[in-house]
């Protein structure tokens, strides 16, 4: 498990590191772990999805609704970032406690959905995740 837990707050990444961040779906960068993501990692303002500068977005609140989303759609999202670091493997992928801050979800209900990265190498999650995941298996 060494290396594949991120560890604490993120301030520096290495050249080939990504930080993974919860992110509303318009995109506004403008608390938690995204405001760190925009101001210091270059995610970009208006992307809700996906890789830009050092970071990858992870949408878990809406603001068109009461603002909170469906566990399912915030799994999709997972799922497709899974996807994504698996033809990336020269990258390494530091996930934060995505939709365990502002988003108010629980480490049960999101960690289980990271399962999957008990057998990828190139990313490493939060201890919470971690304990979380391993109480599902």
Not at 73 to 99: C, L, P, S, W
Request: glycine content about 10%; proline content about 2%; overall charge negative.
């Amino acid at each position: 498990m060494k290396g594949k837990i991120t560890i604490g707050e993120i301030t520096n990444l290495k050249s080939h590191e990504i930080f993974v961040f919860g992110s509303n779906m318009q995109g506004e960068h403008v608390g938690g772990a995204a405001k760190i993501a925009h101001e210091k990692f270059g995610a970009d303002w208006g992307m809700e999805e996906g890789e830009s500068g050092q970071t990858y977005a992870i949408p878990t609140v809406d603001f068109t609704s009461d603002g909170r989303m469906e566990l399912e759609d915030i799994k999709m999202f997972v799922q497709r970032f899974i996807e994504h670091v698996k033809v990336n493997q020269n990258k390494k992928y530091i996930v934060t406690a995505i939709g365990c801050g502002i988003a108010g979800f629980e480490y049960s209900e999101i960690a289980p959905m990271f399962s999957e990265c008990l057998f990828i190498g190139n990313v490493s999650l939060p201890k919470e995740f971690w304990d979380n995941i391993k109480n599902v298996n």
